[in-house]
C-alpha cells in the first residue's frame, strides 16, 4: 500500500533525525570534554614541574648575578623544555625547545604576581603551552621567571584522531540504523496493513 510505505518511510526519517542529533550532542560533547580533559592534565604537569624547579632556583640552587647570567648549576635534565629569565625576559639559560623562542612580554608581566599559562611556538616551529612563574628569592624578593613548556602535538593528535573516528562512525552508524528503523516500522505497522488488505477484501466481496 502506497500510504502504507510514505508512512514507514517518515517514521524512519522520523527516528534517523533523532538519532542524528543525539549523536551529534554525544560527539560533541565527547569531544569537548576530552579536549578539555588533555590540556587540564597538560596544564597540571607544566606546574609541577615549573613550582618544583622554581623552588630550587629560589632556595639558592640556581642563583642569578646582577649582570644577568646564571652561575652554578644550569637547569635540571628534563623532559621539559625550561629556561630562566631575568625581570627584563632576557634568557639567562635555557633547554631544549625554548631556547631563543619568542618572549611574551605582558606574559611576564602578568607572571610578577601568579603563574600564567599560554601558548608558544618553540625554536622548532612546532606549537607548546608553556607556564611561567616568578622566582622569588627565600618566598619573597622577585628575581626573574621561570617558563616550562610542552609541545601540543600528543594533544592535538589525539584531538584530531577522536575527531575522525566520530566522522567516521556517527555516519556508519546512521547508516546502519536506517535498515533497523525501516524493520522496526514495517514490525509496527504490519498489522494496520494486514487489517486493510482485510477490509479491501470483505468490500470487494459485498460489492460482488
Not at 186 to 198: K, S, V
Amino acid at each position: 500500500m502506497r500510504w502504507l510505505l510514505s508512512i514507514r518511510l517518515r517514521l524512519t526519517a522520523w527516528y534517523l533525525l533523532l538519532l542524528a542529533v543525539i549523536l551529534t550532542a554525544f560527539s560533541l560533547i565527547l569531544h569537548t570534554a576530552l579536549s578539555a580533559q588533555l590540556y587540564r592534565n597538560l596544564d597540571d604537569r607544566l606546574r609541577a614541574e615549573a613550582e618544583s624547579v622554581a623552588a630550587r632556583v629560589g632556595q639558592g640552587e640556581i642563583e642569578f648575578e646582577d649582570e644577568g647570567k646564571s652561575h652554578a648549576p644550569p637547569l635540571p635534565v628534563s623532559d621539559f623544555p625550561m629556561r630562566l629569565l631575568d625581570l627584563g625576559g632576557r634568557e639567562i639559560e635555557a633547554s631544549g625547545g625554548l631556547r631563543g623562542a619568542p618572549v611574551d612580554g605582558t606574559v611576564l608581566d602578568a607572571a610578577r604576581q601568579r603563574g600564567v599559562f599560554h601558548d608558544i611556538t618553540l625554536n622548532t616551529g612546532e606549537a607548546a603551552r608553556a607556564y611561567v612563574v616568578p622566582v622569588l628569592k627565600e618566598g619573597k624578593e622577585l628575581q626573574g621567571f621561570l617558563e616550562v613548556a610542552e609541545s601540543l602535538s600528543v594533544v592535538q593528535t589525539s584531538v584530531r584522531a577522536l575527531a575522525l573516528i566520530l566522522l567516521i562512525a556517527v555516519p556508519a552508524t546512521l547508516a546502519l540504523a536506517s535498515f533497523g528503523g525501516l524493520f522496526i516500522a514495517d514490525r509496527a505497522l504490519r498489522p494496520i496493513d494486514a487489517i486493510t488488505r482485510e477490509a479491501q477484501d470483505i468490500g470487494e466481496h459485498h460489492l460482488a
